[in-house]
């Protein structure tokens, strides 16, 4: 699975940082939502709480796609430690719909979550 996230990495250079955010973030959801990376995102999720290897895979999984991701949202010159916590949240929502809510990832929601990190006003939900 890890060479698979290496290959699949989205790497969008549109020159506008929310849209380049929100095309990585739909791909990003995406590729974890199908068949079978979704089922095994979940297995491998839980055999990291009990197994440290299978922790430390799961790390080294996500962390070419942190470091994509963060690059992303630095390019308008924001903290090293402002872009942390954006591709925590970003990433949060991802895993937490995959093992809490089950909830779809959708491409509303990429765009949504996109408008969130790059500080774009949102329209009031009715």
């Known amino acids: 699975m890890s060479e698979w996230a290496g290959g699949a990495v989205p790497r969008p250079e549109t020159g506008n940082r929310r849209d380049d955010v929100a095309a990585f973030l739909r791909a990003t959801f995406a590729a974890a939502s199908a068949p079978p990376a979704e089922v095994?995102?979940?297995?491998?999720?839980?055999?990291?709480?009990?197994?440290?290897?299978?922790?430390d895979l799961l790390a080294e999984f996500?962390?070419?796609?942190?470091?994509?991701?963060?690059?992303?949202?630095?390019?308008?010159?924001?903290?090293?430690?402002?872009v942390d916590l954006l591709v925590d949240q970003a990433f949060g929502?991802?895993?937490?719909?995959?093992?809490?809510?089950?909830?779809?990832?959708?491409?509303?929601?990429?765009?949504?979550l996109?408008?969130?990190?790059?500080?774009?006003?949102?329209?009031?939900n009715p």
């Open 40 to 55: 095994l995102l979940r297995a491998i999720l839980a055999d990291a709480q009990r197994d440290r290897q299978v922790a």
């Open 62 to 82: 996500v962390a070419v796609r942190r470091v994509a991701l963060a690059r992303l949202l630095a390019r308008d010159g924001a903290s090293p430690a402002d």
């Open 93 to 112: 929502v991802l895993w937490y719909r995959l093992a809490v809510t089950r909830a779809p990832l959708s491409d509303d929601l990429a765009d949504r």
């Open 114 to 124: 996109a408008d969130s990190l790059c500080g774009a006003p949102t329209p009031a």
